[in-house]
């Protein structure tokens, strides 16, 4: 019943968000992608518009059922031939190595339930140079103030949030995971509660 009201009202949820320029931080970076393309948790389908015409193939990752559903609503209305959608969960992805050139996360690797598992994951099915392309918001680490509400907030926030984390340091996973940054940006993400504001955006490349 839960993941079913945030499947309903996931678009709504987020619309100021993504009209305060979290739509446009998508359009920017998934000119990027190429070639076969992997995204992860992408929910009801915010990407879909972006990606381009000249990509291969697109594989969407969703194990949310209800969150999949309306996806699959979603999908004819950009007349995407080449999609395929799959309930696999990031910390094991049924997929042999080195099988795409390109990955997105876009607010996902906040509430996978082991995030170096899951980039673990993401290097080995990247081709080699391959791009991992990402959004997501994370600890604070600049304003201790706020990083502190992360800290007390993050229990009560990830039962309201599907397993959200407020307080990751994605960067310093990403890149320990094996990865370079080939562009990074750090910005607050207008429209959403302040302890999910802090966020970084960029391209990374499988080393």
């Not at 996931?10 to 000119?31: F, H, P, S």
């Not at 992360?150 to 990865?179: D, M, P, S, V, Y």
């Amino acid at each position: 019943m839960y993941q079913w009201l945030v499947s309903k009202f996931y678009d709504n949820i987020m619309k100021d968000a993504e009209d305060k320029g979290l739509r446009d931080w998508r359009q920017m970076l998934l000119k990027n992608s190429s070639g076969d393309v992997l995204e992860l948790g992408c929910g009801t389908g915010a990407n879909l518009e972006f990606y381009p015409s000249t990509i291969k193939r697109l594989v969407l990752i969703e194990p949310n059922l209800h969150m999949c559903q309306k996806l699959k609503e979603k999908i004819p209305v950009y007349k995407m031939n080449n999609i395929e959608i799959l309930n696999d969960k990031a910390e094991h992805l049924s997929f042999a190595d080195a099988s795409f050139d390109t990955v997105v996360c876009t607010l996902v690797l906040c509430s996978v339930s082991n995030l170096e598992k899951a980039l673990s994951e993401i290097h080995r099915i990247l081709r080699p140079k391959g791009k991992l392309i990402f959004i997501e918001h994370v600890a604070a680490t600049n304003n201790p103030k706020r990083y502190r509400w992360q800290r007390r907030l993050e229990f009560l926030w990830k039962h309201i949030a599907a397993g959200c984390h407020t307080a990751r340091n994605t960067e310093e996973a990403i890149i320990k995971a094996g990865f370079n940054m080939l562009e990074l940006s750090r910005q607050s993400m207008r429209g959403v509660p302040p302890i999910v504001r802090p966020s970084i955006r960029g391209v990374a490349i499988r080393g």
